[in-house]
């Protein structure tokens, strides 16, 4: 069974190849040229995506020789609408050429699911995933493939876009997150934030208008100081969303195996460090599967067909 996954929701083109329950190829081209914007432009990121897939699948026909497919998986929900509707076209453009059947994937769910491919998880249900990126913090309750249920959302700014415009005023590059993260370990605490009364959803607006005066308000700012303290705060803020209304309030005697992270943000060692710390059942994908890759769209619709061609047999 030979599985052709693609990822191009934002600005990220990645393509992965399954053969069966491996993988034989996977790589990830990030778009550059949004940087000198400070964030992703619509019209340039569809540009790039189809020169960038251009290079991937010459260098999969190169490497692989694929003559067949049998699925074609990709992105389909929760991303910039051009790029959503160019994956699209590439599925079923790839539909017609290989007579192969399309399986569209919601990303944020397989931004839940990928941590079990690095950590070879197997009877995974249910679990509580949680994806923190520049677009998206939020969270689902899954029992099965099926219907996950949504458990908690954003209120306002995804904590990635919190982490890139406090980046922005301190002039860092953009995205921001990771030169944040290496400042902070310099740096010691030294600024409070207010917290959010809120314990019913994610809400990180305060932290961008709370950053924003103590960027102008200190003429000589730390700025590793600075950048420890909003890290140490923002996640301390986010561990106690977790506690209180993922593991707490919302799923009351509904016990969970695993708590995943996924998203962009869950590259933060410090995040990480204080998730474990306080889930002794949770599990991080490695660095370059939590940004947007074509990994985790493969891997989960291999689960998928896999769980359907059980249920197939189950019922004859």
């Given at each position: 069974?030979?599985?052709?996954?693609?990822?191009?929701?934002?600005?990220?083109?990645?393509?992965?190849?399954?053969?069966?329950?491996?993988?034989?190829?996977?790589?990830?081209?990030?778009?550059?040229?949004?940087?000198?914007h400070g964030g992703v432009i619509l019209s340039d990121a569809?540009?790039?995506?189809?020169?960038?897939?251009?290079?991937?699948?010459?260098?999969?026909?190169?490497?692989?020789?694929?003559?067949?497919?049998?699925?074609?998986?990709?992105?389909?929900?929760?991303?910039?609408?051009?790029?959503?509707?160019?994956?699209?076209?590439?599925?079923?453009?790839?539909?017609?050429?290989?007579?192969?059947?399309?399986?569209?994937?919601?990303?944020?769910?397989?931004?839940?699911?990928?941590?079990?491919?690095?950590?070879?998880?197997?009877?995974?249900?249910?679990?509580?995933?949680?994806?923190?990126?520049?677009?998206?913090?939020?969270?689902?309750?899954?029992?099965?493939?099926?219907?996950?249920?949504?458990?908690?959302?954003?209120?306002?700014?995804?904590?990635?876009?919190?982490?890139?415009?406090?980046?922005?005023?301190?002039?860092?590059?953009?995205?921001?997150?990771?030169?944040?993260?290496?400042?902070?370990?310099?740096?010691?605490?030294?600024?409070?934030?207010?917290?959010?009364?809120?314990?019913?959803?994610?809400?990180?607006?305060?932290?961008?208008?709370?950053?924003?005066?103590?960027?102008?308000?200190?003429?000589?700012?730390?700025?590793?100081?600075?950048?420890?303290?909003?890290?140490?705060?923002?996640?301390?803020?986010?561990?106690?969303?977790?506690?209180?209304?993922?593991?707490?309030?919302?799923?009351?005697?509904?016990?969970?195996?695993?708590?995943?992270?996924?998203?962009?943000?869950?590259?933060?060692?410090?995040?990480?460090?204080?998730?474990?710390?306080?889930?002794?059942?949770?599990?991080?994908?490695?660095?370059?599967?939590?940004?947007?890759?074509?990994?985790?769209?493969?891997?989960?619709?291999?689960?998928?067909?896999?769980?359907?061609?059980?249920?197939?047999?189950?019922?004859?």
């Amino acid at each position: 069974m030979i599985i052709f996954a693609l990822e191009a929701s934002c600005d990220d083109t990645s393509v992965a190849v399954f053969k069966d329950d491996k993988w034989i190829f996977f790589e990830t081209i990030t778009q550059t040229s949004h940087a000198k914007h400070g964030g992703v432009i619509l019209s340039d990121a569809v540009k790039e995506h189809i020169i960038n897939l251009q290079k991937l699948i010459f260098k999969v026909i190169k490497e692989l020789n694929l003559k067949e497919i049998d699925y074609f998986a990709y992105s389909s929900f929760e991303g910039l609408e051009p790029c959503l509707i160019f994956s699209k076209t590439i599925a079923l453009t790839f539909k017609y050429l290989f007579n192969c059947k399309i399986i569209p994937i919601n990303h944020l769910y397989a931004h839940a699911f990928i941590p079990f491919f690095d950590h070879k998880a197997t009877n995974f249900f249910p679990f509580v995933g949680i994806v923190l990126s520049g677009a998206n913090s939020v969270g689902y309750y899954f029992q099965d493939f099926e219907n996950p249920i949504k458990i908690v959302e954003k209120n306002d700014n995804p904590i990635g876009h919190v982490f890139d415009r406090v980046g922005n005023k301190l002039k860092l590059p953009y995205p921001s997150g990771k030169t944040m993260e290496c400042l902070a370990i310099k740096g010691k605490k030294e600024f409070q934030f207010t917290f959010p009364k809120t314990i019913d959803y994610f809400s990180f607006s305060g932290f961008l208008s709370q950053s924003y005066r103590i960027i102008e308000r200190e003429q000589n700012l730390n700025i590793y100081n600075f950048c420890y303290s909003f890290q140490e705060e923002i996640f301390q803020y986010t561990i106690k969303i977790l506690k209180n209304v993922l593991l707490l309030k919302k799923l009351g005697k509904n016990k969970v195996k695993y708590l995943t992270i996924g998203g962009g943000v869950a590259c933060n060692k410090f995040l990480q460090n204080l998730c474990l710390k306080n889930f002794s059942n949770c599990l991080f994908a490695k660095d370059n599967h939590c940004t947007d890759n074509a990994l985790m769209i493969g891997y989960l619709a291999r689960l998928i067909i896999s769980n359907a061609s059980e249920k197939e047999k189950n019922e004859r």
